[in-house]
């Protein structure tokens, strides 16, 4: 069993950075792939990153490359999400998921992932 929470979000301007924790209680955390996801207002959930459980390899979609970074540290059972030069449209409800193994055939698809936190809100202004 694996329990998730989210801190870090809030209100930012445009073009700054901002990190996100995930905050992880269970032994398992330590043997599962975990991911970020976002959810704007009316719009689907949306993969953000993933990294495998023992953080040697990671997947980000093509448009946020080069501006997210996913990373993670076993021995404090936390995950990162470091977003840099924030946007408007980042906008979103971030969620951390851990899957109940190391890695994942589909880093995008929700289903992969058994262990959810709340979310944390982003708020990104022009």
């Known amino acids: 069993q694996v329990q998730l929470v989210e801190s870090g979000g809030g209100l930012v301007q445009a073009g700054v950075s901002l990190r996100l924790s995930c905050t992880a209680s269970?032994?398992?955390?330590?043997?599962?792939?975990m991911a970020w996801f976002r959810q704007a207002p009316g719009k689907e959930r949306e993969f953000v990153a993933g990294i495998s459980y023992s953080g040697d390899s990671w997947h980000l979609p093509d448009s946020l490359k080069g501006r997210f970074t996913i990373s993670r540290d076993n021995g404090k059972k936390l995950g990162y999400l470091l977003m840099d030069t924030l946007k408007p449209e980042d906008t979103a409800d971030y969620y951390c998921?851990?899957?109940?193994?190391?890695?994942?055939?589909?880093?995008?698809?929700?289903?992969?992932?058994?262990?959810w936190g709340q979310g944390t809100r982003v708020t990104v202004s022009s």
């Open positions: 269970g032994s398992a955390f330590t043997s599962s792939a």
């Open positions: 998921a851990a899957a109940n193994k190391p890695h994942v055939p589909i880093w995008d698809s929700p289903q992969e992932y058994i262990y």
